[in-house]
């Protein structure tokens, strides 16, 4: 923040205000956390029709929204009937609920539990996946960003795109 001002902010873009100009930055999918003791465990692509049944374990409503939407969203497209089998404020609570298999998880594609070569969580892809998170820089509308901030975009953009996102 410049003479208390916000410059710019990078977040999951948020459609539902006029108030920031939004430039998206990279996308992220989404993976299915399961334990290796999962029924879900043996397959390399889980479909919507898997998923029906399922005790579902998610971050927590409040604290993660967007995620909470693109989530509900993906199983009402599908019509997945999913039980919520906990909430959840962090990715180490919820690494340890699935790795004690009490339901699995859709997780960001760029979580360390994907990245993790610790196997006691496994991941597998969603097909078809659910839409993907658009990481975003976003800048007051009403102001023109001064030179450096655009500039600072466009090298996260660059970035973005190097590292294969």
Not at 36 to 59: K, Q, S, V, W
Not at 110 to 122: F, N, P
Request: a negative charge; charged letters at 25%.
């Amino acid at each position: 923040m410049l003479a208390g001002k916000l410059d710019l902010m990078v977040t999951v873009s948020c459609a539902t205000t006029d108030a920031f100009r939004w430039a998206a930055l990279k996308e992220c999918g989404w993976r299915l956390a399961v334990s290796p003791l999962h029924r879900l465990a043996a397959m390399e692509t889980i479909t919507p029709a898997d998923l029906n049944g399922e005790r579902l374990l998610l971050y927590d409503r409040e604290q993660y929204p967007d995620y909470w939407d693109h989530v509900t969203a993906y199983f009402k497209e599908y019509e997945i009937q999913a039980k919520i089998a906990g909430e959840f404020d962090g990715v180490s609570s919820l690494a340890a609920a699935v790795e004690a298999n009490l339901g699995c998880a859709i997780i960001a594609e760029t979580s360390r539990l994907v990245r993790d070569d610790d196997k006691r969580v496994l991941t597998r892809t969603i097909h078809p996946p659910p839409a993907p998170i658009v990481i975003s820089a976003g800048v007051l509308a009403r102001d023109t960003p001064p030179p450096h901030v655009l500039a600072f975009i466009e090298e996260m953009k660059l970035q973005g795109k190097l590292a294969g996102h």
